[in-house]
């Protein structure tokens, strides 16, 4: 009778110490104990860190070279619209488009086990720390002229969605 106490008290004093250091560990790591709950969570931050357009017979040949340099590894990042525009004029891509109009996708060659992808829902797909160019032909032509083009990063409320920015010029 007296051994099953020891083993019993013994027991109690282990998981006292456990849930301890689960405590601590959760306050020092995320404040989750006493405090506010601390949530390093980042917004996905696309780059286009190369940009050009050109003009064919079936309309614009545009080339964007995209990067995901912040944000979550758990998830890649998404554009699902694309905004090509000038001083007169504007078209948006939704995902779709971008899916229908991408017509190559090379990967850069860091991260061939990383594959950046588009499809109708998304759009452009980049995962955290990969780099990819999307070759689109766009099916309409763009007049001389210098373009912006900005991508939409999709995040909790519209302040802080991530817009990202290059600029064409077709000649």
């Known amino acids: ?21 689960i ?4 306050q020092w790591a995320y404040g ?3 405090g506010p709950l601390v949530n390093n969570s980042k917004i996905p ?17 545009l080339i ?10 758990a998830y890649p990042a998404s554009a699902p619209l694309m905004e090509i525009s000038n001083s007169t004029w504007h078209v948006y891509l939704n995902s ?17 086990n990383k594959k950046d992808s588009v499809n109708w829902y998304s759009g452009f797909i980049v995962i955290l720390g990969s780099e990819a160019q999307f070759q689109l032909q766009l099916p309409f032509h763009l007049s001389p002229g210098t ?14 969605l991530a817009k990202q920015t290059a600029t064409i010029t077709i000649s």
């Open 1 to 21: 009778m007296i051994k099953m106490e020891k083993v019993v008290i013994v027991g109690i004093i282990f998981s006292i110490l456990v849930v301890g250091f």
């Open 23 to 26: 405590l601590a560990t959760g």
């Open 32 to 34: 989750n104990v006493v």
């Open 45 to 61: 931050q696309l780059k286009i860190t190369y940009a050009s357009a050109m003009e064919n017979s079936k309309g614009t040949y």
């Open 64 to 73: 964007l070279n995209i990067t995901d340099c912040d944000g979550p590894d």
């Open 96 to 112: 779709s488009q971008i899916s229908n109009d991408t017509v190559k996708i090379i990967q850069a060659p860091w991260n061939e």
């Open 147 to 160: 373009y912006k083009i900005q991508l939409y990063t999709p995040a909790v409320s519209g302040k802080v």
